[in-house]
């Protein structure tokens, strides 16, 4: 059961998701047009996921209605989660979405981010277990499967991780990816995942970076340590987090500890900031989780001063209110099962 989510906030971020899924416009394209034919707007390129500002943020946005309702099915918008996703998750809207998928154009396209949205989003559906969810997986399994095979296609090129705090950041997809590949129960994905996060960081050591930088939406350092905590085992974890941040216990750095000041919730990039207190909170929770009972025991409150900060934030400027319920939803509810 969800830690802090209760049935008020999933109701709150449900209404949300469903203001913005379906809104196309304002609408920012990750779009090569290669000729006058490709000029089309977002509806018209893609079947399902043309809302909440950009194609990203609408795929998490259905994976806040997904897990909202997995949570609570009798939320007061249950029934129109489901009506949408009957309207919105068919053979013939997925596969216009796996069609924009093949252009040559689009092999970079929501690379590694919304690729990681996208299955996390169908691990979610399929961990419904209903006859409802076991239509709308079935639906959704070739659009999962193309970007399965975008992984396992990349994974082997890519010689370097990007430790960025924003949408780059190859440990949060790694994360992500690793959900979808243990409730599918597909080992040679979790497998080519968890060699790769090891070659990555396995080495990392007494980390010295600096953040935030000002658009974050991630931790890099955080977000790399939570990656870890699902590619090893529990030993092998506590192991290499006291290498990586050897003076966590002390709260140092302190800059891991302290909530971000957001000075501009109209920017879109500023916004930003509000997602970084959330996802710290979230990577906290997943670290502390792997580690021994009663590691870092002040961290309870460190992990509650992050949400407080941006929770009443999630609804307010649309720069935020399309993608933020999302986060909010993995800081409160931040275990898979």
């Not at 109701?11 to 000029?39: C, I, M, Q, W």
């Not at 259905?62 to 939320?75: E, G, Q």
């Not at 930003?272 to 959330?278: I, T, V």
Request: proline share 6%; aromatic share 12%.
């Amino acid at each position: 059961m969800p830690i802090g989510l209760t049935k008020e906030l999933a109701s709150h971020f449900a209404r949300t998701a469903l203001s913005h899924v379906t809104r196309e416009y304002p609408n920012k394209l990750d779009h090569v047009l290669t000729g006058p034919e490709d000029v089309k707007g977002p509806r018209a390129l893609h079947p399902i996921f043309y809302g909440s500002f950009d194609w990203h943020s609408c795929v998490h946005g259905y994976w806040t209605l997904a897990r909202c309702l997995r949570r609570y099915s009798d939320l007061p918008q249950a029934g129109d989660i489901r009506a949408l996703f009957d309207e919105q998750f068919t053979p013939e809207k997925v596969a216009g979405e796996v069609a924009y998928l093949a252009r040559p154009s689009a092999r970079g396209f929501e690379r590694p981010y919304g690729w990681a949205w996208a299955l996390k989003l169908q691990a979610e559906l399929l961990l419904h277990r209903n006859a409802d969810s076991k239509r709308w997986s079935q639906a959704m399994q070739p659009l999962a499967g193309a970007f399965v095979t975008r992984f396992r296609d990349f994974l082997p090129l890519a010689t370097y991780p990007t430790r960025a705090g924003t949408h780059g950041n190859s440990a949060f997809a790694t994360a992500l990816a690793l959900d979808y590949a243990r409730v599918t129960s597909d080992t040679e994905l979790a497998s080519l995942l968890q060699q790769k996060a090891r070659a990555w960081y396995g080495s990392d050591s007494n980390y010295k970076g600096f953040e935030p930088s000002q658009d974050d939406f991630l931790s890099p350092s955080l977000m790399e340590a939570a990656c870890m905590s699902r590619a090893l085992d529990a030993n092998t974890f506590l192991t290499w987090f006291q290498m990586f941040l050897p003076h966590a216990e002390h709260e140092q750095p302190v800059f891991l500890f302290v909530p971000a000041t957001v000075s501009d919730r109209s920017d879109g990039k500023i916004a930003h900031l509000d997602g970084l207190n959330l996802s710290r909170a979230w990577c906290w929770m997943l670290i502390l989780q792997a580690l021994p009972q009663g590691s870092l025991l002040n961290m309870r409150s460190v992990i509650d001063r992050h949400i407080d900060s941006a929770l009443p934030h999630v609804v307010g400027d649309y720069m935020g209110e399309h993608w933020l319920a999302s986060f909010a939803l993995l800081a409160l509810d931040p275990y898979p099962d």
